[in-house]
């Protein structure tokens, strides 16, 4: 019974965590080297992430800057930033590269708040998914019925918190992005 609960919350950890993840990517008008996380470059026929080819820094609050640490990449680097499709305009001098994050617009950012609450509200359907599963689980272990509804309850109590937790999350980042 123990086994269920934990994998149940195991598994809504790494949804919420991936909640927080894409959330990373929604760009908030400033400067954070995780904009570029999943960015591969294509480096001697590998796909390599970014930050293993160069130092990812914020000189100033809306502008990163890139230091590849093989110069004979940043061509390289600045295709893969291009293909990422981020909407970011990359600048090199030979050796560094630069972005300006350019200012968002209040229409801009209406649409990211919708953004990230669609993607809350795919982190909650996945919680539910997993409680569905975990319920599933509880039925088939043929328990008397105060057991099998003690453990739902703890099921949904675990739900109840993540929810809270995606809620919280959600509404910080909505915060964020309509901070000027």
């Given at each position: 019974m123990?086994?269920?609960?934990?994998?149940?919350?195991?598994?809504?950890?790494?949804?919420?965590?991936?909640?927080?993840?894409?959330?990373?990517?929604?760009?908030?008008?400033?400067?954070?080297?995780?904009?570029?996380?999943?960015?591969?470059?294509?480096?001697?026929?590998?796909?390599?992430?970014?930050?293993?080819?160069?130092?990812?820094?914020?000189?100033?609050?809306?502008?990163?800057?890139?230091?590849?640490?093989?110069?004979?990449?940043?061509?390289?680097?600045?295709?893969?930033?291009?293909?990422?499709?981020?909407?970011?305009t990359?600048?090199?001098?030979?050796?560094?590269?630069?972005?300006?994050?350019?200012?968002?617009?209040?229409?801009?950012?209406?649409?990211?708040?919708?953004?990230?609450?669609?993607?809350?509200?795919?982190?909650?359907?996945?919680?539910?998914?997993?409680?569905?599963?975990?319920?599933?689980?509880?039925?088939?272990?043929e328990?008397?019925?105060?057991?099998?509804?003690?453990?739902?309850?703890?099921?949904?109590?675990?739900?109840?918190?993540?929810?809270?937790?995606?809620?919280?999350?959600?509404?910080?980042?909505e915060?964020?992005?309509?901070?000027?």
């Amino acid at each position: 019974m123990d086994e269920i609960l934990l994998e149940a919350e195991e598994k809504m950890g790494k949804a919420v965590e991936n909640l927080q993840n894409r959330f990373t990517k929604v760009n908030t008008g400033r400067a954070n080297p995780s904009m570029l996380d999943g960015i591969k470059v294509n480096y001697y026929g590998a796909d390599t992430p970014l930050n293993q080819l160069a130092t990812i820094s914020v000189p100033e609050a809306r502008k990163l800057q890139i230091k590849p640490f093989d110069k004979s990449s940043v061509q390289d680097i600045v295709k893969a930033i291009y293909e990422a499709d981020l909407g970011l305009t990359p600048n090199d001098t030979g050796d560094v590269i630069f972005i300006a994050i350019p200012e968002l617009t209040e229409e801009r950012r209406k649409e990211l708040v919708k953004q990230i609450k669609k993607m809350s509200e795919e982190a909650k359907i996945a919680l539910r998914n997993i409680r569905q599963d975990a319920n599933s689980k509880v039925k088939a272990l043929e328990l008397n019925e105060d057991e099998e509804k003690a453990l739902e309850k703890e099921v949904q109590d675990l739900i109840n918190e993540y929810n809270k937790n995606v809620d919280e999350k959600t509404s910080q980042k909505e915060k964020d992005l309509m901070t000027i």
